[in-house]
């Protein structure tokens, strides 16, 4: 594997997503090296060796690293060589797009398919029929619920749609 893992923004910000932007750092040097343990890692990156474990269970839920066990002759303990999958990651990248694209989806559809109503103080937003069942009256506060424009909630989420299209890719 190869530092050219990163030459794609979308592999960039799904593997951000997933395991974090602090642990790129980690990814990149697993890229680099075949095979590494988690102590080496640690002090390479002058990180503590529980983030370290942290980070790699978070890659290896997600399928992108795998391990190799092997037992310490002189002191008995379990020593893990991780490596990266990297043929993997295309899967991890289309996985976010599409699970981004289906949350996204599902708040426009909420948003094109009622009407809401806000409260005057702002601690409540309610479909019609929440707020007319509680009297346009805040269950919160006791403050008037009045009718709220989402036009400009639908325009911000079909223009995240065409972010993720833009970042991720088609």
Sequence with gaps: MSESLFESQA?????AEVVGAN???LIGELAIEESVDEFSLAERLGM?????RKVLYKLYDNSLVKFKR???QDTGW?????????NKVKHLVERVRREKITGIREQLDREQEH???MCESGCTRAPFETAMEAGFVCPHCG?????QDNGHIIKQLESQLKEIERTFGQ
């Design 11 to 15: 592999v960039v910000n799904a593997l």
């Design 23 to 25: 642990s790129l750092d």
């Design 48 to 52: 503590d060796v529980k983030v370290v």
């Design 70 to 72: 092997f037992k310490d």
């Design 78 to 86: 379990y020593i893990y060589m991780w490596s990266l999958e990297g």
């Design 115 to 117: 009407q809401f109503f």
């Design 143 to 147: 403050c008037r619920m009045d009718f």
